[in-house]
Nanobody, 125 residues
């Protein structure tokens, strides 16, 4: 597995979760050059980009999570995080992390090259 996501679970509305995604040391020997992102896909809906962080630390968020979610990275640990606060039932989805050295893959319709296996987030009302 190139990217290992974890941290999902069941939480009540208004609660918090922190997702983590660890990159394989053999595949991502230079993690710092990778741009990282979190996507989600709810049942019956298209996959959407939730948040992305560039190799230089720039961040993008989809409008619906601004002010509630924070993406961060720890290059020494080859890990990207997604802190999710004030969760809503509409945040329920499978969350995937992704990596690509091309920042454009997180700002256009083109998909990043590397994907994790997904972690389920369920927010109850």
């Amino acid at each position: 597995v190139q990217l290992q996501a974890s941290g999902g679970g069941l939480v009540q509305a208004g609660g918090s979760l922190r997702l983590s995604c660890v990159a394989s040391r053999t595949i991502f020997s230079v993690f710092s050059i990778q741009n990282m992102g979190w996507y989600r896909q709810a049942p019956g809906k298209q996959r959407e980009l939730v948040a992305a962080i560039s190799s230089g630390g720039s961040r993008n968020y989809t409008e619906s999570v601004k002010g509630r979610f924070t993406i961060s990275r720890d290059n020494a640990k080859k890990t990207v995080y997604l802190q999710m606060n004030s969760l809503k039932p509409e945040d329920t989805a499978v969350y995937y992390c992704a990596a690509d050295p091309r920042w454009g893959r997180f700002t256009t319709a083109q998909a990043p090259a590397h994907w994790g296996q997904g972690t389920q987030v369920t927010v109850s009302s």
